[in-house]
């Protein structure tokens, strides 16, 4: 279980969920795309394809972390959710909320 | 050191309701040992509940769901005050309790996460989760103890 976090030559911070993103490591998830925002960072992109599963802890980070970057002028985008995670985001309504593409590269290309 | 999570699975001898096996946990009240519970559970699953997809997705979060709530609201984070889980399954059904040691909750208080209202709240979505990913949700009288029941013909 990791978040792989890397720059797209667009300038696009791309952090990959490799696992899950649950209640025990919401803190460092959030901290590493605040690290980013700090720095200078204002475009991000979750990249979901290799995730098991998200709790509602991962939800509500996601939630904050996305306030956080609109109020600081920036953008957060997610892609590459299985079918079980989408219906995730279409349960709790929080499809409305975020700009959710297929693929990584899809969503690289709308920043 | 974190006190460890520790299992016993048994065979019911009188299958009630097609439920063959038990597998009882005691996971202690940490949150850093949710996702390794969780795992143990869903790999005793898969040797006979049928819905493999269902177990991948719905019993993991779930579960994960309710371990959370039990540790973060019922043992305060107290790794000393331990979260009792008990997985009844067979190859049609699963069911799982989660108990805590706290003083509960009534669910029926917490707000529609789904509201416009509420839907940018970063918290208050966990119950609602948990019933839109299983087929039959029970608490005890107390409010301390969840029973989340998935079903698959």
């Known amino acids: ?111 | 050191m974190r006190p460890a999570l520790s299992a016993h699975l048994a065979r019911l001898g009188s299958a009630r309701r097609g439920l063959a096996a038990e597998l009882t946990l005691r996971v202690p009240g940490d949150i850093g040992v949710v996702e390794e519970a969780v795992e143990l559970v869903a790999r005793h699953l898969e040797t006979s509940f049928v819905d493999r997809r269902a177990i991948r997705f719905n019993v993991r979060v779930a579960l994960a769901e309710a371990l959370a709530n039990a540790i973060l609201y019922g043992s305060g984070e107290d790794a000393a005050r331990p979260v009792a889980v008990r997985v009844l399954f067979g190859r049609h059904a699963v069911e799982m309790e989660v108990t805590d040691e706290g003083g509960g909750f009534d669910p029926g208080l917490i707000p529609d996460p789904t509201l416009p209202a509420n839907r940018s709240r970063p918290y208050g979505r966990g119950l609602f989760v948990i019933r839109g990913l299983v087929d039959e949700v029970r608490f005890s009288p107390k409010g301390n103890s969840i029973c989340m029941v998935v079903r698959r013909a």
Do not use: C, H, W
């Open chain 1, 1 to 111: 279980m990791a978040f792989k976090v890397r720059k797209d030559p667009r300038g696009v911070v791309v952090v990959e969920v490799d696992g899950q993103l649950i209640v025990s490591n919401r803190q460092e998830f959030k901290q590493k795309v605040l690290d980013a925002l700090e720095a200078g960072d204002r475009k991000f992109l979750v990249d979901f394809t290799p995730t098991g599963y998200i709790d509602s802890s991962g939800l509500g980070v996601l939630v904050s972390l996305s306030k956080k970057i609109r109020d600081e002028g920036g953008d957060l985008r997610l892609a590459g959710l299985n079918e079980d995670l989408k219906t995730l985001f279409e349960l709790t309504k929080l499809d409305t909320l975020f700009a959710i593409t297929d693929s990584p590269a899809e969503a690289l290309a709308a920043f």
